[in-house]
């Protein structure tokens, strides 16, 4: 017989907090606004769809202008891999090129070394 009689109680406080908290929140609406739109609940309603609507059209102008600088940011990291392959094939002809060179160069210089020493035996 306790335990219903303090559910009960417990549900009915629960119940009443709940009933506080939804007239309180009503009754700071008004006030939030001014005296003058305390009459009319309607135009309050309607001038905050008005500005939900206008931070919607930010927000979705800020939104775009973000997709614009990523899109930008995306072509530029693409275009930049592009040079940067670009660089490492001209690198790696280079490198043969030069490793040809110094063998070459090596070449000559081992021909010459060697009629020198031919030349004095």
Same mark, same amino acid.
Do not use: M, Q, R
């Given at each position: 017989m306790e335990d #219903?009689?303090?559910s009960r109680l417990q549900e009915r406080d629960v119940i009443e907090k709940n009933f $506080?908290? %939804?007239f309180e929140t009503a009754s700071a609406l008004p006030a $939030?606004?001014?005296p003058e739109e305390s009459a009319d609940p %309607? =135009?309050?309603l309607r001038k905050e769809l008005a500005h939900r609507e206008r931070q #919607?059209?930010?927000l979705l102008g800020t939104l775009k202008l973000k997709n614009k600088d990523t899109e930008r940011l995306n072509d530029e990291i693409i275009t %930049?891999?592009?040079e940067n392959n670009l %660089?490492? /094939?001209r690198y790696d002809k280079i490198k043969v090129e030069h490793d040809e060179i110094v063998a070459r160069w090596l070449k000559k210089a081992q021909l010459e070394? /060697? =009629?020198m020493n031919e030349s004095l035996v």
């Open positions: #219903i009689l303090s $506080a908290e %939804l $939030a606004h001014g %309607l =135009t309050v #919607i059209e930010e %930049l891999n592009i %660089l490492h /094939d070394a /060697d =009629t």
